[in-house]
């Protein structure tokens, strides 16, 4: 059975008259037989069809090709109509954009295929399409999955897609847009041009004067600042059907979420200023933790108020619909202590005159002492001591040879780091115990070559992918490393270069060795395992230093998390934890927690020692204090080998636990 998503026995019907609907007194009483004026009527009359006009098309029904509809799952289905709606003038005749924010995972590219083949190709008019060009703008790293994509769903004959791979010169490339631009009926050999960010705002002139049918923007969160170049640049082109797609639409405030939504549907909103007024100051208000019952209780009216009108061109579903079709998911918090090297780098640090300097608001590069933090969080060999740390030679153990002074293929001393030791140790009973594969990531190459060394020195065979990599190699790599057979069971992964597009289900699990800032990006990277295609059950860790600075980025995180659960995933009561950050709090070390994270809970499911004593009644993915907690000495009940292996080490101080199912 078609899958209709128009229906002009439906859609075409006019609206009753409510004047014409009030029973009459004197009108008589229905019979079996056809009152004689309405014999004259047509079918299509009678069921409220307009009467076809000379070289008007008869109107038929939208459906979905065949072949998409039997590989589309119920919420693909629904997210297809959901588009089609928006962007065909259904949901509001003066709107036809929408965002498509589902999470990582559940196939936004294939559903945006299916709107997009379907446009082409069908109109309520028969024998017209709808559109007759698209744009679909993505990541550089994105243009030829994108194109793979459309040959994959829709077969080698179907479309010829116009990808821009950066391969033509500036001349060659003006010409063929020019070509496309003036190229009207059947001479529209390529509909669908897939484009980078980049190479789409240099050459926007070119394209700004013909009319586009569709623009889909991939990542659309790269259109979070409506003042950049690429914003202007895009919304410049003749087209009002604007897809985004974007797993994470709030990523840091609520003015980029504004940006996105006035990019898909201009002027929804009003200015930036009224938003800003309207929206923006009372839900921020309401949701600081030091906030008024009455700041609250404005909060969550506006909340309302936003969601009432921005919903109406959002779809966002979440990771829990996967659970339907994939392995189980653990996912882990691990809190790390520091090493006692570590510790007496990180003490040293922080105690120094220059960062009581910068606490007194004299010192003019945080930045550069926060990242110096960030490092010594992973390893000390990340650091070059004698530049970033003078004077701590007092704190070196008697083997420490400064990174400067060691040779270029040097040991690594895993007993440096807390995480380095608890990943040594996991990557060995991996090897040891099962034949799973695992993906590392980190925010620093420099981390990088430390598990490349690593796994050298241990003789494991391992696969790297990071921004120095070419496009064209990079699905390669990624597909030696998901063949079963392959050698490699460790892939090493930079969370820039890997943050999106990349499917990496030959492994099921995976370490997030640090935090990032912006929580968006590690969502892209902790979705590399679990998804479509995945046939064991998945074990997610994501490491943390215990009492530093990567507790005070991981609190900014949820803080910025629970923002956007309660706004775009309509989470009615989102527990607000945090304060925003001082730099202060930044360069302070907890000595006694076993998870400062923790603390700032003041979780009553957990006995004053940390362990937990009711289990977690529901858990919500994007509030760790809904999750399972558990101590060192509760690892011995948790389901995860490795992690169970860590009981009585002195290493891993508290973990928090999500499971999917």
């Given at each position: 059975?078609?899958?209709?998503?128009y229906?002009p026995?439906?859609?075409?019907?006019?609206?009753?008259?409510p004047?014409?609907?009030k029973p009459?007194?004197?009108?008589?009483?229905?019979?079996?037989?056809?009152?004689?004026?309405?014999?004259?009527?047509?079918?299509?009359?009678?069921?409220?069809?307009k009467?076809k006009?000379?070289?008007?098309?008869?109107?038929?029904p939208?459906?979905l090709?065949?072949?998409?509809a039997k590989?589309l799952?119920?919420h693909?289905?629904?997210g297809?109509q959901f588009?089609y709606?928006?962007?065909?003038?259904?949901?509001?005749?003066k709107?036809?954009?929408?965002?498509?924010a589902?999470?990582m995972?559940?196939?936004?590219t294939?559903q945006?295929?299916?709107?997009?083949?379907?446009l082409?190709?069908?109109?309520?008019?028969?024998?017209?399409?709808?559109?007759?060009?698209?744009?679909?703008?993505?990541?550089?790293?994105?243009?030829?999955?994108?194109?793979?994509?459309?040959?994959?769903?829709?077969g080698p004959?179907a479309?010829?897609?116009?990808?821009?791979?950066?391969k033509?010169?500036?001349?060659?490339?003006t010409?063929?847009?020019r070509q496309?631009a003036?190229a009207?009926?059947r001479?529209v050999?390529?509909p669908?041009i897939?484009?980078?960010?980049?190479?789409?705002r240099?050459?926007?002139?070119?394209?700004?004067h013909?009319?586009?049918?569709?623009l889909?923007?991939?990542e659309?969160h790269?259109?979070?600042?409506?003042?950049?170049?690429?914003?202007?640049g895009?919304?410049?082109?003749?087209?009002?059907?604007r897809?985004?797609?974007?797993g994470?639409?709030?990523?840091?405030?609520?003015?980029?979420?504004f940006?996105l939504?006035?990019?898909?549907?201009?002027?929804?909103l009003?200015?930036r200023?009224?938003?800003?007024?309207?929206?923006?100051l009372?839900?921020?208000?309401?949701?600081?933790?030091?906030?008024?019952e009455?700041?609250?209780?404005?909060?969550?009216?506006?909340?309302?108020?936003?969601?009432?009108?921005?919903?109406?061109?959002?779809?966002?579903?979440?990771?829990?619909?996967?659970?339907?079709y994939?392995p189980?998911?653990?996912?882990?918090?691990?809190?790390?202590?520091?090493?006692?090297?570590?510790?007496?780098?990180?003490?040293y640090?922080?105690?120094?005159?220059?960062?009581?300097a910068?606490?007194?608001?004299?010192g003019?590069?945080p930045?550069k002492?926060i990242n110096?933090?960030?490092?010594?969080?992973?390893h000390p060999?990340?650091l070059n001591?004698?530049?970033?740390?003078?004077?701590?030679?007092?704190?070196?153990?008697d083997?420490?040879?400064?990174?400067?002074?060691?040779?270029?293929d040097?040991?690594?001393?895993?007993?440096?780091?807390?995480?380095?030791?608890v990943?040594?140790?996991?990557l060995?009973?991996?090897?040891q115990d099962?034949?799973?594969?695992?993906v590392?990531i980190?925010?620093?190459?420099?981390t990088?070559?430390?598990?490349?060394?690593?796994?050298?020195?241990?003789?494991?065979?391992?696969?790297?992918?990071?921004?120095?990599?070419?496009?064209?190699?990079?699905?390669?790599?990624?597909?030696?490393?998901n063949?079963?057979?392959?050698?490699?069971?460790v892939?090493l992964?930079?969370?820039?270069?890997g943050?999106?597009?990349i499917n990496?289900?030959g492994?099921?699990r995976l370490?997030?060795?640090?935090?990032?800032?912006?929580p968006?990006?590690?969502?892209?990277?902790l979705?590399?395992v679990?998804?479509?295609?995945?046939?064991?059950?998945c074990f997610?860790?994501?490491f943390?230093?215990?009492?530093t600075?990567?507790?005070?980025i991981f609190?900014?995180?949820?803080h910025?998390?629970?923002?956007?659960?309660?706004?775009?995933d309509?989470?009615?009561?989102?527990?607000?934890?945090?304060?925003?950050?001082?730099?202060?709090?930044l360069?302070q070390?907890?000595?006694?927690?076993?998870?400062?994270t923790?603390?700032t809970?003041?979780?009553?499911r957990?006995?004053?020692?940390?362990r937990?004593y009711?289990?977690?009644?529901?858990m919500?993915?994007?509030?760790?204090s809904?999750?399972?907690?558990?101590?060192n000495e509760?690892?011995?009940?948790?389901q995860?080998?490795l992690?169970r292996?860590?009981?009585g080490?002195?290493?891993?101080?508290?973990?928090?636990?999500?499971i999917?199912?």
């Amino acid at each position: 059975m078609a899958i209709v998503l128009y229906d002009p026995t439906i859609h075409d019907k006019p609206k009753e008259d409510p004047e014409r609907s009030k029973p009459n007194e004197d009108e008589k009483p229905a019979s079996n037989t056809i009152d004689a004026p309405l014999v004259h009527k047509s079918l299509a009359e009678i069921l409220g069809i307009k009467k076809k006009v000379e070289g008007e098309h008869p109107r038929v029904p939208v459906v979905l090709d065949p072949k998409l509809a039997k590989t589309l799952r119920p919420h693909q289905v629904a997210g297809v109509q959901f588009m089609y709606d928006c962007v065909t003038g259904k949901v509001d005749e003066k709107a036809n954009g929408c965002i498509m924010a589902d999470e990582m995972g559940l196939g936004k590219t294939l559903q945006c295929i299916a709107l997009l083949w379907t446009l082409l190709k069908q109109s309520p008019d028969a024998g017209k399409s709808t559109i007759q060009k698209a744009i679909v703008v993505c990541p550089a790293s994105l243009v030829k999955n994108w194109a793979n994509e459309l040959v994959k769903w829709l077969g080698p004959n179907a479309v010829t897609p116009f990808a821009i791979d950066g391969k033509a010169s500036k001349e060659e490339l003006t010409r063929q847009l020019r070509q496309w631009a003036i190229a009207t009926g059947r001479a529209v050999t390529r509909p669908v041009i897939i484009v980078s960010y980049e190479t789409l705002r240099l050459n926007v002139e070119e394209l700004k004067h013909t009319k586009i049918g569709l623009l889909f923007c991939d990542e659309g969160h790269r259109l979070k600042n409506a003042d950049s170049n690429t914003f202007a640049g895009l919304n410049s082109l003749n087209v009002t059907r604007r897809v985004i797609l974007t797993g994470t639409p709030i990523q840091n405030d609520l003015t980029e979420y504004f940006s996105l939504i006035s990019f898909a549907n201009p002027n929804l909103l009003g200015s930036r200023l009224e938003f800003r007024k309207r929206f923006e100051l009372p839900i921020l208000r309401g949701r600081d933790a030091d906030a008024s019952e009455a700041d609250r209780k404005r909060g969550d009216e506006c909340t309302t108020e936003l969601l009432g009108i921005v919903n109406k061109f959002l779809i966002r579903r979440t990771n829990d619909i996967l659970s339907k079709y994939l392995p189980v998911k653990y996912e882990h918090v691990v809190f790390c202590n520091l090493a006692p090297f570590q510790l007496d780098l990180y003490n040293y640090f922080i105690t120094s005159p220059e960062i009581q300097a910068l606490l007194r608001g004299k010192g003019s590069q945080p930045l550069k002492a926060i990242n110096i933090l960030k490092k010594l969080c992973n390893h000390p060999d990340l650091l070059n001591i004698s530049e970033d740390l003078p004077g701590s030679e007092k704190c070196f153990p008697d083997d420490f040879v400064p990174r400067e002074a060691r040779g270029r293929d040097r040991d690594v001393k895993p007993w440096y780091s807390g995480k380095m030791q608890v990943l040594d140790r996991m990557l060995a009973r991996i090897r040891q115990d099962t034949n799973d594969k695992i993906v590392l990531i980190s925010n620093y190459t420099s981390t990088l070559d430390l598990f490349e060394r690593l796994c050298r020195s241990r003789q494991y065979g391992s696969l790297r992918l990071d921004g120095t990599m070419n496009v064209n190699k990079r699905q390669k790599l990624v597909d030696r490393f998901n063949d079963p057979e392959g050698d490699e069971f460790v892939f090493l992964l930079s969370s820039k270069a890997g943050g999106c597009g990349i499917n990496l289900i030959g492994a099921n699990r995976l370490i997030l060795f640090d935090p990032d800032w912006n929580p968006a990006a590690d969502q892209q990277a902790l979705a590399r395992v679990w998804r479509d295609g995945q046939k064991k059950d998945c074990f997610v860790y994501r490491f943390i230093a215990t009492g530093t600075i990567e507790e005070k980025i991981f609190q900014r995180q949820s803080h910025k998390q629970s923002l956007s659960s309660c706004l775009v995933d309509s989470a009615e009561d989102v527990e607000r934890h945090f304060s925003l950050d001082s730099l202060r709090e930044l360069f302070q070390y907890q000595p006694n927690t076993k998870s400062d994270t923790h603390d700032t809970f003041k979780c009553k499911r957990c006995k004053p020692d940390g362990r937990q004593y009711i289990k977690a009644p529901a858990m919500l993915y994007g509030d760790t204090s809904t999750w399972n907690h558990c101590v060192n000495e509760g690892l011995k009940k948790i389901q995860d080998l490795l992690l169970r292996q860590e009981c009585g080490e002195d290493v891993i101080s508290a973990v928090f636990q999500y499971i999917s199912h």
